[in-house]
């Protein structure tokens, strides 16, 4: 009975940290989506289709991974996305430059790599894979956080 608990655990745990995955990077991509619009700048442009394809990529690895174990993926809120929106659309307001905006990029892509490495503490019982998904995931992020300001 003890081993039943100790596996529930454990699927919790991967798929806990397989969702959190898959907002992570819808966070990213749905940013990336609605700050494209804003910059002409096009070196800026071809960073967020890079950075967008990258996470789309980590994306549909975390919906196979939720698929194989019987799980559905739970994407990002409504709410959440609203939220976000209008966070662009107010720091955006006045200061649509590339600087302003890689700047945005660069705290988006640090508060990625925080809830990386919090879902990874919250969840040691997720499967291997998961926590190489997790590691993949933190180490792009930590990687386009250095690339945005590149842009400063």
């Known amino acids: 009975m003890a081993n039943d608990s100790a596996q529930n655990q454990k699927m919790t745990d991967n798929e806990a940290m397989l969702q959190e995955i ?25 960073e967020m289709l890079r950075q967008r394809k990258e996470y789309r990529r980590i994306n549909q690895q975390a919906h196979n991974a939720l698929d194989a174990i019987g799980a559905e993926a739970k ?24 600087r302003n905006l890689a700047t945005m990029l660069a705290e988006g892509s640090g508060q990625g790599v925080l ?19 997790m590691q993949e995931l933190c180490s ?3 990687s386009a956080e250095q690339a945005w300001r590149e842009f400063v």
């Open 115 to 133: 809830e990386c490495r919090k879902a990874e503490s919250d969840f040691p019982e997720a499967s291997p894979g998961a926590h190489r998904l």
């Open 22 to 46: 898959v907002q992570n990077t819808e966070m990213g991509k749905n940013t990336l989506d609605e700050m494209m619009g804003l910059t002409h700048d096009q070196k800026l442009k071809d």
């Open 75 to 98: 994407g990002q809120s409504a709410a959440a996305r609203m939220s976000v929106s209008m966070g662009i659309r107010t720091r955006t307001m006045l200061d649509k430059s590339t």
């Open 140 to 142: 792009f992020e930590a």
